[in-house]
């Protein structure tokens, strides 16, 4: 049966239903997305593939606990949060030391590409403080309302607003030499 037509409800429905080919289908959906979320949040793309599968090992074990007053995606990102979260927890109780160091802007050469700027606004974004971060990627790089990142984060829209507000003023002035 074509399922690319359904909400993510419905999916849902047909695998708590018995249907485990439906689940590709979520998977299909967002793979990509919660691949990049965590990405954002942890900076290492190999950390991010390995807890994206088990975010959706989580998914498929605890799908049956998700109740539609949410939207999935909001339910789903709420999981990859935590996981990120307790991958940044792990990592600050067995730290390591870094191979590739990110030079200051004060480091940054005038004349910059296209990517390498883009790679210091991801080093920028790197290193806010957890909370921003998870704001600043779900509503910049996701397009989530506040109401949905509130939801994700467990904290009002208010909360949301001053994260947001408190991580575009850090990241203005991380990045302020890169654009002068």
């Not at 793309?45 to 109740?67: N, S």
Request: hydrophobic share 40%; net charge negative.
């Amino acid at each position: 049966m074509e399922l690319h037509g359904l909400t993510d409800f419905q999916v849902v429905e047909r695998i708590q239903s018995g249907d485990d080919s439906a689940f590709d289908e979520l998977m299909h959906r967002y793979k990509r997305p919660v691949v990049n979320f965590i990405y954002r949040m942890l900076g290492d793309a190999c950390d991010a593939d390995d807890l994206a599968q088990e975010v959706f090992v989580r998914v498929y074990r605890h799908l049956g606990e998700y109740k539609p007053r949410a939207k999935f995606s909001t339910w789903l990102f709420a999981l990859a949060h935590n996981a990120a979260l307790d991958r940044l927890r792990w990592r600050a109780r067995h730290p390591t030391e870094s191979l590739d160091s990110v030079p200051e802007p004060a480091a940054v050469p005038r004349e910059i590409q296209t990517r390498e700027i883009g790679e210091h606004i991801a080093a920028a974004v790197a290193q806010l403080p957890e909370d921003q971060r998870t704001a600043i990627v779900l509503a910049e790089y996701h397009g989530m309302s506040y109401a949905e990142i509130g939801a994700i984060m467990r904290c009002s829209e208010k909360s949301v607003e001053s994260r947001l507000y408190r991580a575009k003023q850090t990241l203005r002035e991380r990045l302020r030499l890169l654009l002068e």
